[in-house]
Structure formats: C-alpha cells, structure tokens
C-alpha cells in the first residue's frame, strides 16, 4: 500500500476497513491508524487476529469522531454501498470537516462508466478469479437506480451466490462533489500504480485530494 503511505501523515482513519488488513499494513508502517466498519463481526476480527485499533461506526458518522486526520480513506468499493449521491456528499463533507489543514482524501471504487454504457439488464462482469481450488465469478446488472452486484463463488465442496446493490456512482460525479466542497489537487488514477484513468476502460477508479 506505497500509494496511501505516501498519503499519510499524522493520524489516519481507515473508513470501512473490514478485517483491518490495510489497516494493520499501515500500522506496521509506523501510522498511528483507527478503522472503522459498521460490522461488528469484522471489527472484532480486526481488534482480535490483526491487533489494530477499530471501532464500530457508521462512515457517515465520522464527525463524532474526537480526532481529525491527516489521511482518510475509503477504499475496496466500499463509498457505493452508501443508499444515495446525497450521502455520499454528505461523507464527502464530513471528511473535509475532519481533515486537517492539507490532509488527505483517498477514494477508491470500481469504475461504472463502461458498465453504464451498456444497454438492457445485463452490464458486464469482472474478470473471474479463478485457480485449483476456486471459481469466483463477479457479474453486474442494472437494477433501477442502481447496479446489483452478482457473484458466485464455486469450490469443490458447494457452491455460494450473492446479491447487493451498488449506488452506481462515477468520476464524473464524484469530481463535482469534491470541486463544490472544496477539495484541491484533486488527481484521478486507474489504480493504486498512478496509470492513467481511462474513462472507458479502467477498472478501478482511484481519487486523491487535499483540504
């Protein structure tokens, strides 16, 4: 993670950060680091097998949070399982607030735009993951105003489906966002290497600003 330890500086906050395993890579990079998660199963596995410092909480309530930090991130497609664009701003506001002076935002999500462009209910699908021991198939569909989420996971033994719903939010709304709150430098990336975001055909879509 060189991208967000190049990012970070005073304290940082992990925003939906699962297991803690970003988080406890931080951590032994020297970061005085607190993640978040509303699950409390993940939050006790972070605490208990990865010995970082978590907390159960809502990402849109970061602003009763005591501290302000130097880095915040929110990454792994975590922003769209927000319910709508007005919580996201609102997320995207209370992270200014909780910045300090020249911090740092972080966001990382998958890129919709190709995804959208697609006519009818099926959208498209990630590369499947695949090797001796599994099959995970990622597929996505539109589903109103939103895209669901479709994998399948097969092993040897079963095999396991799951559905979600994902806020289809793009750059091109995520960079309004940040403009009108006030964030500055803001830079686009097609991942955590720096290359270039291709609009049309980037996977991950990862955005650095500054308050």
């Known amino acids: 993670m060189n991208f967000l330890d190049e990012k970070a500086h005073g304290k940082v906050l992990d925003v939906a ?38 907390i159960v909480k809502n990402m849109l309530d970061i602003d009763t949070l005591d501290d302000n930090f130097g880095l915040i991130y929110c990454i792994g ?12 701003k609102t997320f995207l506001e209370k992270s200014y607030d909780k910045l300090e ?4 935002l972080v966001i990382q999500i998958i ?5 959208l462009k697609n006519e009818g209910e099926f959208l498209g699908s990630l590369p499947t993951i695949k090797n001796d021991k599994i099959e995970f198939v990622r597929k996505y569909y539109r589903n109103g105003d939103y895209i669901r989420f ?5 092993t040897e033994e079963n095999s396991i489906e799951n559905n979600i719903d994902l806020l289809p939010i793009t750059v091109y709304d995520l960079k309004k966002f940040l ?10 990336y097609g991942g955590f290497n720096k290359s270039e975001f291709d ?3 980037s996977t991950p879509l990862v955005i650095s600003c500054s308050k």
């Open 17 to 54: 950060c699962a297991t803690g395993n970003i988080t406890k890579e931080l951590k032994d990079r020297g970061h005085d680091i607190l993640g978040i998660d509303l699950e409390e199963k993940l939050i006790d596995r972070a605490i208990h097998e990865n010995n970082v410092n978590a």
């Open 199 to 201: 609009v049309d055909n």
């Open 77 to 88: 497609n975590s922003l769209v399982h927000l319910h709508d664009k007005t919580q996201v």
């Open 111 to 115: 890129n919709f735009c190709p995804f």
């Open 150 to 154: 479709n994998t399948v996971l097969n």
């Open 179 to 188: 403009e009108d709150i006030g964030f500055k430098s803001i830079e686009i």
């Open 101 to 104: 002076p020249n911090g740092n």
